[in-house]
């Protein structure tokens, strides 16, 4: 709780500071052992956030052995494993994690997905394959060890 405590603190003045006169905003911040999401609207449907809000963030220069095409099938596979059981999570939790077996040499990579619980199924399984595309655009094309796509309502 104190972390999480500790994260919200720290978006809300980033928040506040870029969007003071929005009627709509979301921030992230990503640390090292969680990342948390500050959002907020002037309406309980919160606006068209899901069309503009998206952010993804990849490792520097370091980059996997493995091939970007090795890469983006395991990416892609690990995605699969996850998106379903995530988007059919109760009004409580729409989270999964996991790892799968990829490329020669059997590397592990791993992941997690969620939705933010209040959005149907249909939608949060939309939401983490446009997380998914996103994330195989930015960060498998470069072969990156680790990558996040954030948006309004759901991240990978």
């Known amino acids: 709780m104190e972390a999480c405590r500790e994260c919200v603190n720290n978006?809300?003045?980033f928040l506040k500071q870029k969007c003071p006169k929005e009627k709509e905003g979301v921030a992230w911040t990503v640390l090292k052992t969680m990342m948390c999401m500050v959002r907020?609207?002037?309406t309980p449907r919160?606006?068209?956030l899901d069309k503009w809000a998206w952010n993804v963030f990849s490792t520097p220069p370091n980059k996997t052995p493995a091939t970007a095409a090795e890469l983006e099938k395991g990416v892609s596979s690990l995605?699969?494993?996850l998106k379903?059981?995530?988007a059919g999570g109760d009004s409580a939790?729409?989270?999964e994690s996991g790892s799968i077996s990829y490329g020669p040499g059997s590397r592990t990579l791993y992941g997690s997905m969620?939705?933010?619980p209040h959005i149907a199924e249909v939608q949060c399984r939309q939401c983490l394959s446009d997380a998914t595309t996103r994330s195989l655009n930015d960060c498998t094309k470069s072969r990156r060890f680790v990558?996040?796509?954030l948006s309004a309502n759901c991240y990978f």
């Open 11 to 13: 978006t809300m003045p």
């Open 40 to 42: 907020y609207a002037d």
């Open 46 to 48: 919160q606006g068209n």
């Open 79 to 81: 995605a699969d494993k």
């Open 84 to 86: 379903d059981k995530a």
């Open 93 to 95: 939790k729409k989270y």
């Open 114 to 116: 969620q939705c933010l």
């Open 147 to 149: 990558g996040i796509s």
